[in-house]
């Protein structure tokens, strides 16, 4: 039990995280084809009158593998996972139950399948194609980007989705020691 009882001690420990900020609070205006955003009238400012310094978006959580089997197929579905969670934001959805965020992941796996031949380990470059077509969506795909850039983009109601070299997080939830490669959401 020893991940169960730490994962209680840093909840317990953890700071209080801002409210989370649907995209019902966000204007996502369509500017040269391309989309900018502007903050809602709501969000308070720091005292220097700039961003917020924290923010959270309202981005609903599923695991890779809501139905808890961590069979080859959902062993590679973080990057879909990710990808289904920005989307029902955008679209101020819910998972109804693990059943229905499984039927979504594998929904998405079936079409990358079908249109870059594969779903594992896809890239950023891959993942934004698919994501483009399948949803319809302009993806932002940026290479060279730091934490503020990040940071900017959620404070301006934009989920952020990054991959990351899986055994460098030190998440207590990984099996040591962890993916080589993780595909996750920033909110």
């Given amino acids: 039990y020893r ?11 953890r700071e209080a995280v801002p409210a989370p900020r649907s995209a019902g609070e966000f204007s996502y205006p369509e500017e040269n084809g391309n989309f ?25 959580f599923t695991a890779q593998a809501p139905l808890k089997e961590w069979d080859a197929t959902h062993e590679e579905a973080c990057e879909e996972a990710s990808v289904v969670m920005v989307d029902y934001f955008y679209k101020d959805k819910t998972f109804a139950s693990p059943e229905l965020a499984d039927e979504e992941i594998l929904k998405f796996i079936d079409y990358e399948k079908k249109f870059l031949g594969f779903f594992e380990s896809t ?14 969506y302009d993806v932002d795909l940026v290479y060279d980007f730091s934490v503020d850039n990040v940071k900017q983009a959620v404070r301006r109601g934009y ?15 990984f099996k040591d020691p962890g993916p080589v490669y993780h595909m996750l959401v920033v909110k």
Avoid: K
Wanted: proline share 11%; no cysteine; net charge negative.
């Fill in 3 to 13: 991940v169960e009882i730490r994962q209680w001690y840093e909840d317990l420990t």
């Fill in 123 to 136: 890239t950023a470059d891959e993942l934004a194609r698919a994501v483009e077509s399948y949803y319809d």
């Fill in 36 to 60: 900018a955003s502007v903050l809602p009238a709501a969000v308070p400012m720091n005292a220097g009158g700039g961003l917020p310094d924290e923010f959270n978006l309202d981005v609903p």
């Fill in 159 to 173: 989920p952020v989705i990054v991959p990351a070299a899986g055994q460098v997080l030190d998440n207590p939830h």
